[in-house]
T-cell receptor
Framework: NAGVTQTPKFQVLKTGQSMTLQCAQD?????MYWYRQDPGMGLRLIYY???????DKGEVPNGYNVSRLNKREFSLRLESAAPSQTSVYFC????????????FGPGTRLTVT | AQSVTQLGSHVSVSEGALVLLRCNYS??????LFWYVQYPNQGLQLLLK??????LVKGINGFEAEFKKSETSFHLTKPSAHMSDAAEYFC??????????????FGKGITLSVRP
């Protein structure tokens, strides 16, 4: 089991460029999540998908879009990157039941110049 | 709405000393509570969680936490710190009634340093 995998690990973008962060899980989990982590801010939820075919906004969705491609994969797209989107992005997944133990990927460190 | 407060951003202890990381939560409904740990340049991993039943919860690596409803607290403790405990620790809360749509709300995190 690879768990939750994310690609790429590092990325540098110029302002206005677009890119897609990829996330996949092999644990047959129903729910998947995208967070951003900024110093002193903890983790903030960007978008989540409670099940295949559904997505919902989290705390900080502006400037992002997501796609739940299938049960395994959940991608995050930045259409026009801004310096304020410089952050570490984490994908997570969970079974989706009441206990909500989430499993996290290793993260993508994104810098927007 | 739920929230988590982790007072202070940094705690430093000596190796072998007690570790105490504080977490207070706010929730309008009975919560699920979690502690996650993040080692440098890694993702988060679950240390322990409180769902129902015993209010003293034991987790991995000798950590434990006690749910105190009257104090709305879920403080993390370890009797004797080890150098390998140096990491960032996050407390989180979720709404037990929301089912599959429940989400975690994280605190801002506390960095634990362990001095030799």
């Amino acid at each position: 089991n690879a768990g939750v995998t994310q690609t790429p690990k590092f990325q540098v973008l110029k302002t206005g460029q677009s890119m897609t962060l990829q996330c996949a899980q092999d644990m047959n989990h129903n729910s998947m999540y995208w967070y951003r982590q900024d110093p002193g801010m903890g983790l903030r939820l960007i978008y989540y998908s409670a099940s295949e075919g559904t997505t919902d906004k989290g705390e900080v969705p502006n400037g992002y879009n997501v796609s739940r491609l299938n049960k395994r994969e959940f991608s995050l797209r930045l259409e026009s990157a801004a310096p304020s989107q410089t952050s570490v992005y984490f994908c997570a997944s969970s079974v989706g039941n009441r206990a909500h133990e989430q499993y996290f990927g290793p993260g993508t460190r994104l810098t927007v110049t | 709405a739920q929230s988590v407060t982790q007072l202070g951003s940094h705690v430093s202890v000596s190796e072998g000393a007690l570790v105490l990381l504080r977490c207070n939560y706010s929730s309008s409904v009975p919560p699920y509570l979690f502690w996650y740990v993040q080692y440098p340049n890694q993702g988060l991993q679950l240390l322990l969680k409180y769902t129902t039943g015993a209010t003293l919860v034991k987790g991995i690596n000798g950590f434990e936490a006690e749910f105190k409803k009257s104090e709305t607290s879920f403080h993390l403790t370890k009797p004797s710190a080890h150098m390998s405990d140096a990491a960032e620790y996050f407390c989180a809360v979720s709404d037990r009634r929301a089912g599959a749509n429940s989400k975690l709300t994280f605190g801002k995190g506390i960095t634990l340093s362990v001095r030799p």
